[in-house]
């Protein structure tokens, strides 16, 4: 049963086979068990799910049950929930709980699923692979030794050792992908704007969006019919008229072009997610699919671009902890200045504080132009790359990360060696473009693991629907999405 797609459950639960209640209890037993080593959850609540679980029987057994009631669900500990505890992985926020809910889970509460818990991330989002929280660095289920990405890390690994039936992360730059690509899943980071940040902890306002993480692209069309939609309350927020993402999802792959960029093959990518990639695109082409040529010229320069950008936003956006209002406070200070500056030095920790202060040094007097402004300019070059893309092909495939999951450690003390595991997925943010990822297959370690390698599906502006599709085609003929890591049952 865990190893069934939310579609699947949801027939259960549909046809009285098994209670949500049941189903609730089912991966609840199975994060008691398992998540004190992977350590993908940061917070429960039992009481508070099972009572969730409860109205959705209700819902269903009067016939008011949509595709995703009753089923449980892991919310990213970035989402605010009323009642809940947030922390963002940070000791900042280690006692903060929500005093109103996130568009995001008002959105699953009102489709009657069921949030199973809070799970890990990287500190307010800053990073690649989940060794930046407070609460501890989470597990690859694939290899206990390995990290499982980030900042999505916790969402991805619960997915992955089937401690929930879907997740939602967040994408900054890469943050769902990289992860999915790593814990071997399906993520997606949809067009900027679809769906609502109200709710969201803050990193970088001009690139956060939300998304969905499950073990298929059948799971994320059902889960993005929930996750977009217009809010008032959230200034970036698209008003589009509401589509339904499963429509697309049987359509032939006959006559489309796939464009492959010589930048994402260059060096620096690993041999060995090399050759799987390439065998997926071979895939592809059986399907029906035309493979074009194409270029992203600036690629290379979205990482500066982004660690310019990024930590430009965070610094404004992180001004707020204060230890005023909420969040941690200093127990002994002097004055106001002192708490202010104890209270961040002992609330924030080492990836956040370097990016305040890269943030704070660019966006400062005499540094502007030299830093951000430029940024800025590169960042338009960067959307006018996939512009020129897509004029010749329909969708942009590629490696999502250029290895399979790195041991714990590995990168912690070169933060430049971090910063390049997302090449290939920044510039998707950075041009405000949905990018997703799905299991390709796995490419052995030097130890003889299988690690997983995720491909990544770039579509232009709206065209998740057609994502969907193409993602789904692959998963009708390949079983990579369906496999469990060993030892986890």
Request: glycine share 10%.
């Amino acid at each position: 049963m865990i190893n069934k797609s939310l579609k699947q459950l949801g027939a259960m639960l549909q046809g009285k086979e098994i209670s949500s209640v049941e189903l609730t209890q089912e991966f609840l037993n199975r994060i008691d068990r398992l998540n004190p080593e992977i350590n993908a959850f940061i917070t429960l609540d039992k009481d508070r799910t099972l009572s969730q679980a409860r109205r959705a029987d209700e819902m269903l057994s009067a016939g008011k049950g949509t595709a995703l009631t009753g089923l449980p669900i892991g919310q990213k500990d970035i989402f605010v929930a009323k009642g809940w505890r947030t922390t963002c992985g940070s000791k900042m926020l280690e006692t903060f709980i929500g005093p109103y809910d996130a568009d995001i889970i008002e959105r699953f509460d009102a489709a009657g699923a069921v949030n199973l818990g809070k799970t890990n991330m990287d500190e307010f989002a800053m990073g690649s692979s989940n060794e930046t929280s407070y609460f501890g660095k989470v597990q690859n289920p694939w290899d206990r030794n390995r990290v499982p990405g980030g900042s999505s890390g916790g969402s991805a690994a619960a997915v992955a050792a089937r401690l929930c039936a879907a997740a939602t992360g967040t994408d900054t730059g890469g943050s769902i992908r990289q992860p999915a690509s790593l814990c071997g899943l399906s993520g997606l980071k949809p067009t900027y704007g679809l769906a609502s940040r109200f709710g969201m902890i803050a990193f970088a306002s001009s690139l956060d969006q939300s998304g969905p993480m499950a073990k298929s692209c059948e799971d994320m069309a059902l889960m993005m019919n929930v996750i977009t939609g217009f809010d008032k309350r959230d200034s970036t927020s698209l008003n589009r008229e509401k589509e339904d993402y499963t429509r697309a999802l049987n359509k032939p792959l006959a006559g489309l072009k796939v464009g492959l960029p010589k930048e994402y093959f260059a060096e620096g990518l690993g041999p060995e997610v090399a050759k799987v990639v390439q065998e997926a695109i071979v895939e592809y082409k059986k399907l029906g699919a035309q493979i074009v040529d194409i270029s992203l010229p600036n690629t290379q320069l979205s990482i500066p671009v982004y660690y310019v950008l990024a930590p430009a936003e965070a610094s404004s956006n992180l001004s707020r902890y204060d230890g005023v209002r909420y969040g941690h406070r200093a127990k002994e200070y002097g004055d106001l200045m002192d708490m202010y500056c104890k209270s961040r030095a002992e609330g924030f920790g080492a990836e956040v504080k370097r990016r305040i202060l890269i943030g704070t040094y660019v966006l400062s007097a005499g540094y502007y132009d030299a830093y951000y402004l430029k940024a800025q300019q590169i960042r338009r070059l960067i959307a006018q790359d996939f512009e020129n893309a897509f004029k010749q092909c329909d969708i942009i495939m590629g490696p999502t990360a250029p290895s399979t999951a790195f041991k714990t450690g590995e990168k912690a003390d070169d933060p430049v060696a971090m910063y390049l595991q997302d090449i290939y997925t920044i510039a998707v943010n950075l041009a405000g473009l949905p990018g997703m990822s799905i299991p390709a297959g796995f490419a052995p370690s030097e130890d003889g693991k299988r690690l997983p390698v995720g491909l990544q599906i770039i579509g232009n502006y709206f065209d998740e629907a057609r994502m969907l599709n193409v993602g789904h085609a692959y998963q009708q003929v390949t079983d990579w999405h369906t496999q469990m890591p060993e030892g986890i049952e």
